[in-house]
């Protein structure tokens, strides 16, 4: 069985200061993770992942998420925010082998001016 | 690249109607798949299929249908409309399903009011 948490349903931050989005996994086995952000009236986009290797993954727009296996942690992070980086972040898990990912429940990003 | 589009956008149903959500990808992908969207309760799984010809069960089935014809389309059809199932419906794609390091790609999104 596969699990996500984001025990975070928003997250305030001021523009230019750093944030993070927190999520942890529970699965058997080893894990891919993902993050993925939704703006209004859109769908998901894809915005970075971990398979292995380097612990520290880069994305796109900026974005950043640290895979600590000992925790069982996958947090996303952003060292200046944006006012656009406001919206809702998803992350999501899946094991080698499946075909259907876990997604947490979202945290929404909200960047105040 | 057109990617995934859900057509339509926007539907109102009354209780009791049938309609079918359509789904379509160019991307050539094997694995397609449909979630609805609610407040509070993230995404949920429907159905989904791993190719053409093959359609399994989600996390929330029962109200649904599904085919898979083609590689490029998955319609997602509501057989008789109830007010539970007012939300926003997504469709989403991926390679290979064998490949569960891909991700998904998603369209934009059907949101039904069922009155």
């Known amino acids: 069985a596969q699990s996500v948490a984001q025990p975070e349903d928003q997250v305030n931050v001021a523009e230019g200061n750093p944030l993070t989005v927190k999520c942890t996994y529970s699965v058997s086995g080893n894990p891919y993770l993902f993050w993925y952000v939704q703006y209004p009236n859109r769908g998901l986009q894809f915005l970075l992942k971990y398979i292995t290797g380097d612990n520290l993954v880069k994305g796109s727009y900026g974005f950043e998420a640290e895979f600590n296996k000992s925790q069982t942690s996958f947090h996303l992070k952003k060292p200046s925010a944006l006012v656009s980086d406001s919206a809702l972040y998803f992350c999501a898990v899946i094991t080698g082998g499946s075909y259907i990912p876990t997604f947490g429940r979202g945290t929404s990003l909200i960047v105040h001016p | 690249n057109a990617g995934v589009t859900q057509t339509p956008k926007f539907q109102v149903l009354k209780t009791g109607q049938s309609m079918t959500l359509q789904c379509a990808q160019d991307m050539n992908h094997e694995y397609m798949s449909w979630y609805r969207q609610d407040p509070g309760m993230g995404l949920r799984l429907i159905h989904y299929s791993v190719g053409a010809g093959i359609t399994d069960q989600g996390e929330v089935p029962n109200g649904y249908n599904v085919s898979r014809s083609t590689t490029e389309d998955f319609p997602l059809r509501l057989l008789s409309a109830a007010p539970s199932q007012t939300s926003v419906y997504f469709c989403?794609?991926?390679?290979?399903?064998?490949?569960?390091?891909?991700?998904?790609?998603f369209g934009n999104g059907t949101r039904l009011t069922v009155t």
């Open positions: 989403a794609s991926t390679h290979r399903p064998a490949q569960s390091n891909s991700p998904l790609h």
